[in-house]
């Protein structure tokens, strides 16, 4: 990062990026893709945790951190998202001098969260930047769908004018609207300390394996956020006392946690979330010490979901609804006169599409080779042993040829199914079941 100084006077902090390293991290990046999809193939823990998928979502985040042109959009969508929080200040870009790998942006002068003394933390309380920055990012996280996957305090300054800036903002994950819905039930219920509630939400948005334990999911994700419930009557003691209470961000990583003990791969995007969650949590922490996050978060969350609500109620709302329902109602007569005449005509099919692909079929139709190869062996044996009675023909070493030579073909035979059914014969690859998206 360099400081200049345009023509008109405008101090700015000008990102360069090293030649070469694009290549390089494509390079790594790709090395390190094959061996994800390695640990997937041969290992149990890569196919519960699929690395694969790890590994091409942080290759979508990291490209495009080095494409500096999607790190200045990034600068002005969360300036006009911020809008609402004055205190949260994003540097402006400058478009006329920024490249994919050159950035043109305001300079920011200020001090890192980490590096505020005690004297000015005596003289002015900063709990009120902390519990902006919180709420700001839980907006950006569950309003507007993008994540900022760094928001370490070497990417927040502290400025003389008290507000808080915030760059560096090439990191940012982009989530659906089904799964942000998803998420915020997720984190609503867990700061509510519905623990019942906090895995299925897990659950309908992971991906369950064969061997999921559901049972001990529910169990440990209930005392899990039981003990988070419990730690939170005592976080300001904790806080003062020096001693690590446990938080909303360690809350989210500890459900993925669970998830790969126990059979469920849970989506990038809780662990990111989590990751933030944590982030954050120091920030506001080294801000304001025994601040009350999950207070914060809870404020917010309620605030989020009346918001939603407020929307789904509103005349476009409402609208867009009853435009549905009127679909749904004028072809209702039409479907079920469709289904009748089936029913009447006794041409109604159910088809259950991807049964044949299914390890049932693969199983049914290896026990049937078997079987079949078995009986052919027990044929021959069977007919080799009728025709050593028959002294007819060339003899060989001592025994009719034709009638040796079908024991030993079945012999062969049935000591090839014995060796393939030991060498081959494994467990299967874990089932996968997804929840409904």
Not at 113 to 129: A, F, N
Not at 222 to 233: E, K, M, P
């Amino acid at each position: 990062m360099h400081h200049a100084t345009l023509r008109g006077g405008r101090a700015v902090a000008v990102k360069v990026q090293r030649p070469g390293v694009s290549e390089q991290v494509r390079d790594d990046l790709d090395a390190l893709a094959s061996i994800a999809g390695r640990v997937d193939h041969s290992t149990d823990l890569g196919r519960r945790m699929r690395f694969a998928d790890w590994v091409h979502e942080f290759r979508k985040t990291l490209l495009a951190e080095l494409d500096y042109r999607i790190e200045a959009q990034n600068l002005d969508r969360f300036a006009e998202h911020f809008e609402q929080y004055p205190v949260l200040f994003v540097p402006s870009p400058v478009w006329d001098m920024t490249r994919t790998r050159v950035l043109t942006m305001d300079l920011v002068r200020g001090t890192k969260v980490t590096e505020i003394s005690g004297v000015r933390r005596t003289e002015q309380s900063l709990g009120y930047l902390a519990d902006a920055l919180m709420r700001g990012y839980l907006d950006q996280a569950f309003v507007h769908g993008e994540i900022h996957a760094d928001p370490h305090p070497g990417n927040l300054l502290v400025t003389e004018d008290g507000r808080m800036a915030i760059f560096d903002l090439g990191m940012v994950a982009h989530v659906p609207p089904r799964q942000r819905d998803r998420l915020l039930k997720l984190l609503f219920a867990a700061v509510d300390g519905r623990g019942e509630e906090v895995a299925g939400e897990a659950i309908a948005m992971g991906t369950r394996l064969e061997d999921f334990d559901e049972e001990r999911y529910l169990r440990e994700v209930g005392q899990l956020v039981s003990r988070y419930a419990a730690h939170h009557a005592s976080r300001a003691v904790a806080a003062h006392a020096g001693t690590k209470a446990m938080s909303e961000g360690r809350l989210v990583l500890d459900l993925t946690r669970l998830g790969a003990a126990c059979g469920l791969r849970t989506p990038p995007e809780l662990s990111l979330l989590g990751k933030t969650l944590l982030s954050l949590e120091s920030v506001c922490q080294a801000l304001e010490p025994g601040l009350d996050v999950k207070r914060i978060v809870e404020e917010h969350l309620n605030q989020v979901m009346r918001a939603r609500l407020r929307k789904s109620f509103s005349p476009a709302g409402m609208a867009s609804e009853m435009i549905e329902l009127q679909g749904l109602l004028r072809e209702s007569p039409r479907k079920l006169s469709d289904l009748l005449s089936l029913l009447s005509e006794n041409r109604l099919q159910v088809r259950m599409v991807g049964f044949e692909d299914s390890q049932l079929m693969e199983s049914l139709q290896k026990i049937a080779n078997r079987i079949t190869a078995g009986v052919v062996t027990a044929a021959l044996i069977l007919a080799s042993a009728l025709l050593m009675r028959v002294e007819t023909g060339p003899m060989l070493l001592g025994y009719p040829a034709i009638a040796l030579v079908l024991f030993l073909t079945g012999a062969g035979l049935g000591i090839t199914i014995v060796l393939n059914a030991m060498r081959r014969d494994h467990k299967v690859k874990p089932h996968e079941e997804r929840g409904p998206r």
